[in-house]
């Protein structure tokens, strides 16, 4: 059986839902350690993956379209600018996106307070975010905001500068994410960007000292190899 065993963690993202859940989703068959929220799902659809799943430690992040305390109802803790250790591995959280218009929103970042929150989570083995990080400029180690010259505010899916830097100075295993509606992966030098849209299971497991990550794109399950295996301090 793939899903199972003392070396992996089953870890169920839920990413963007913006409102319902679809009912008795494919995944909540399988055995859960831990659910993520990744902002934009709303209230309802928090709450109805909880009940759909009793009992599962739960995290989250909120997305630009979450309200101040968007977990503050339900089980599930808000991790922003917070570490969680979830069977030896840490998780650090970054909620919100790049302060792209005025509205008065606390998820609404600019990239100094992006900094200051990341700040508190370095040293994670992996980043739960709502924002993409930057991509880099050819694979080096540049950001191109330029497409923000000119304008007021950047574009909302641009994704924070700062998260691409604090990738290339830390090189956690991996950074999960949503607000693009998109999946998605690529790497970011060691680390691996993983965008979620939806529901998503993701399997951990640690294989002669190195850690597999196992995803469920269009269903089938590709393994990456990320970083060691050992802890880091
Ligand atoms: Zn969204
Ligand atoms: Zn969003």
Redesign the pocket.
């Given at each position: 059986m793939f899903f199972g065993g003392k070396n992996k963690t089953n870890v169920l993202f839920v990413s963007?839902m913006?409102g319902d859940i679809p009912e008795n989703n494919y995944y909540f068959r399988f055995p859960i350690d831990v659910i993520f929220f990744l902002g934009?799902n709303g209230e309802a659809a928090v709450n109805q993956v909880l009940e759909a799943l009793p009992g599962i430690p739960a995290y989250g992040v909120a997305?630009n379209?979450d309200y101040d305390n968007t977990y503050g109802n339900s089980r599930a803790l808000d991790i922003h600018g917070q570490r969680v250790k979830v069977k030896g591995m840490t998780f650090g959280g970054i909620g919100g996106c790049i302060r792209y218009k005025g509205t008065d929103s606390r998820w609404l970042l600019t990239e100094e307070e992006a900094a200051g929150v990341l700040g508190k989570v370095s040293g994670a083995d992996f980043i739960i975010s709502h924002s993409p990080p930057t991509r880099r400029i050819g694979g080096g180690k540049g950001y191109n905001a330029c497409h923000d010259e000119g304008c007021q505010y950047p574009d909302p899916h641009r994704g924070f500068i700062e998260l691409g830097r604090f990738l290339d100075r830390h090189s956690p295993k991996a950074v999960f994410h949503?607000?693009l509606?998109k999946t998605y992966s690529y790497m970011h030098g060691n680390t691996l960007v993983k965008g979620v849209y939806g529901i998503e299971l993701v399997c951990f497991e640690k294989i002669f000292g190195q850690l597999a990550v196992y995803y469920t794109d269009c269903k089938i399950f590709e393994p990456v190899l990320v970083g060691s295996g050992k802890e880091r301090g």
């Open positions: 963007d913006h934009d997305g379209h949503g607000h509606h």
